[in-house]
């Protein structure tokens, strides 16, 4: 049944390809398990075939939605994931990652994206994964004293191995495939941090100058569930479809510089115009359907 189900989410993922590039990169994670020099088993946790296809999901759906992304995460070596909410990135940005014992010890306040995890009211470490379809699923999660507030929103903030070889690692008692920084990571190894696509000009303000890359990840719109632990899959169809469908609207709408070129050969000034004006007012009114304004 795994495997069925595993065959049928491929399916549905490679559909939401932008691209026959994409397509490709997408059947070497899935089918392979890396495409290049890159590969979705970092060595660093535990690893079996249920496990690694959920890695491989996880990739797949990065290209998928986001092929930006995984560009910025392959070509910087970023394999380590943490998924946490807004909430807690003005600390994060001021004093880099913490553990929940440090920023008490040093007296800073614990905000709560960073509180609702912590066992006993005490974590000594921060938690990683080299799964960033767990990050997304940690992302996604909004702690209830977090919903009130009008910026709350997931973020998956990445890192590479490399650092491991400057910070302090810890074992992690845990079914999750976790990776314990002890205590604090300083902010020169934040090496990227995702967020939805509405929110990266907001939060590449709030890095200013720090050499962080602000990349679009697509948190809400995850339609899959993978349970590794228990060879589970389980998807929305429907929820699939309608990514499918946005897809090719956001397709269409794209105009390449040899069409341009043909197009304004063949008409009068006036009338390209008239043409960029609709197809400028069409995509503003698609932003606003999809509670957007671009």
Known sequence: MFYNKYEALCQQLLAMAKNG????????????????NFSVNTELTKNNEFIERKKRIGYAYILATNPETFDVITQNNINLFHGTNANALPNILKYGMKSVDKLSSQGISISTGEAWSRIGGKRSFISFTDDIDTSLDYAAFTPESDKLSQETFGVIIGISSKSLEHLKTCRVHSDLLEVGIMDSIPLEHIKTIAVPEDKVEFVRKLVGDN????????IDEKFYYVDSEFGQISFDAEKAKQLIEQRKQVTRANFNSKEITEM?????????RNIFEKIRETIKNRGKENGKDR
């Open 211 to 218: 050499e962080i890359i602000v990349t679009p990840i697509s």
């Open 264 to 272: 304004s050969r063949t008409r009068k000034v006036s009338g390209i």
């Open 21 to 36: 590039k994409v397509k490709e990169q997408m059947e070497a994670i899935l089918y392979e398990g890396g495409c290049g």
